[in-house]
């Protein structure tokens, strides 16, 4: 054994979210580093609440170096815009919002008969894209959400039409990222590739973030449909022959009002909400999102038209 002078030493071991925390931190700053103009995805739900903290973290105690951008579909809860705003005013980072219901105005994008405005955002989101030339794109999607964001890498290369081509992916040996393009292509950035939805929560736990109040249980009124339980709000008005009753329950995503549903729980704090997760076997988007039971491959399918 080397001889330490008589000081005793001790290994020091970093903890699951230690560790996540500290690969997600190197991914940021890797994209600041390498690429001109990032802007990092923010809507207000948890995956991106995490994000923009870890951004906040990854610079302090200088401000983030970049924008934050949100497809807003004009269908969000109003919480969750409160709290998007709110936020962003308190970092004091650049907001763009790239605004659906305009693109329609404009005739950019046309609504589709279901309701769903998920396929509509990929053109906003590539005309935004062009007009401030950002060249990466923070996203705060999770391997374990879907199938096809279990496909992608950390550094998901996109080609200047903002296509995804799943078969023509870069190597990521040893964490290291190529984020090397050509004018026109971009690079969407996942970070939080390799966290689950229980790590997400404990992570707010860990770090007292503060959350919008929807993804905290609370008695609401809902319509059940297709198994699920939607509350009723300014999006969603009950159908003939549905009936509104009380039920407690509690958003385990925040999506689109009329598309996404809440769940059962009595989860009133996070650290009942960590315990809920920790036993449940349903992804969140396969229990509270309507709009992605259209098929097995939806998903994929809008992620090679260039969305995220």
Same mark, same amino acid.
């Given at each position: 054994m080397p001889d330490t002078g008589g000081v005793t030493t001790t290994a020091h071991r970093l903890t699951q979210l230690e560790t996540l925390e500290a690969e997600s931190i190197h991914v940021i700053r890797e994209v600041a580093a390498e690429l001109e103009r990032p802007v990092l995805l923010f809507s207000g739900g948890k995956d991106s609440i995490v994000m923009l903290e870890l951004a906040r973290k990854a610079f302090a105690p200088a401000r983030i170096p970049f924008p934050v951008m949100h497809v807003d579909t004009g269908l969000n809860f109003p919480d969750v815009l409160e709290f998007r705003d709110r936020r962003v005013a308190e970092l004091g980072v650049e907001l763009v919002v790239a605004s659906v219901p305009d693109a329609m105005a404009r005739g950019l994008v046309r609504e589709e008969p279901n309701g769903s405005r998920n396929r509509i955002q990929t053109p906003?989101?590539?005309?935004?894209?062009?007009?401030?030339?950002?060249?990466?794109?923070?996203?705060?999607? =999770?391997?374990?959400?879907?199938?096809? =964001?279990?496909?992608?890498?950390? /550094? %998901?290369? =996109?080609?200047? /039409?903002?296509?995804?081509?799943?078969?023509?992916? =870069?190597?990521?040996? *040893?964490?290291?990222?190529?984020?090397?393009?050509?004018?026109?292509? %971009?690079i969407r950035v996942f970070p939080? %590739?390799? *966290?689950?939805e229980l790590d997400i929560w404990q992570y707010i736990a860990s770090e007292d973030i503060a959350i919008p109040p929807l993804y905290l249980a609370q008695e609401r009124e809902v319509v059940e449909r297709q198994g699920m339980l939607y509350a009723v709000n300014e999006f969603v008005r009950p159908r003939e022959g549905e009936r509104v009753f009380r039920e407690t329950v509690r958003y385990r995503t925040v999506g689109d009002a009329n598309l996404t549903a809440a769940v059962r729980s009595e989860a009133t704090t996070v650290a009942d909400v960590i315990a809920e997760i920790a036993v449940t076997r349903m992804t969140e988007r396969g229990a509270t999102r309507g709009d992605d039971k259209v098929s097995d491959a939806a998903m994929e399918d809008r992620k090679k038209e260039g969305y995220f």
């Open positions: 906003v989101l590539l005309e935004a894209v062009e007009e401030h030339g950002f060249t990466a794109l923070f996203g705060g999607a =999770r391997r374990d959400e879907d199938k096809a =964001r279990a496909k992608e890498r950390v /550094f %998901s290369f =996109r080609d200047e /039409f903002g296509q995804w081509d799943p078969k023509n992916q =870069r190597p990521e040996l *040893w964490d290291l990222y190529n984020g090397r393009i050509h004018l026109g292509e %971009s939080l %590739s390799n *966290w689950t």
